[in-house]
């Protein structure tokens, strides 16, 4: 091998690492659209599931089954929101702002934009 070869497969300082990923071929996508968070001292546990209501009667509420439970250390979990923030930022600047208040985005409801 030549010093030319081996020179280009050294990484360079300072440059970001990309860690490979294996992804299995039976990997099943979820869809949530409920995320609960809770946690103890040592990791953080983050509940998914599915809410089929979620504009529905405040007095006969439906229960959300929870389909899905990360459990992580705070460090993954930095890395994560870290993570999560940069995206969702990136989707404003492009998409404009996500508005998370429900009452704001129904149309034609009492206490959405008409």
């Given at each position: 091998m030549s010093t030319e070869s081996a020179a280009e497969n050294r990484p360079v300082p300072g440059a970001a690492v990309v860690q490979p990923t294996i992804e299995?071929?039976?990997?099943?996508?979820?869809?949530?659209?409920?995320?609960?968070?809770?946690?103890?001292?040592?990791?953080?546990?983050?509940?998914?599931?599915l809410n089929t209501a979620p504009v529905g009667d405040p007095s006969n509420p439906v229960p959300v089954k929870i389909d899905q439970r990360l459990v992580m250390?705070?460090?993954?979990?930095?890395?994560?929101?870290?993570?999560?923030?940069?995206?969702?930022?990136?989707?404003?600047?492009?998409?404009?702002?996500?508005?998370?208040?429900?009452?704001?985005?129904?149309?034609?409801?009492?206490?959405g934009p008409r």
């Open positions: 299995p071929s039976d990997l099943e996508p979820i869809y949530t659209n409920f995320a609960r968070v809770t946690g103890s001292p040592e990791e953080l546990i983050l509940d998914f599931g250390n705070y460090y993954t979990a930095m890395r994560l929101w870290y993570t999560l923030g940069q995206s969702l930022k990136r989707h404003e600047t492009n998409f404009g702002k996500i508005e998370v208040d429900i009452a704001k985005r129904l149309v034609g409801q009492q206490g």
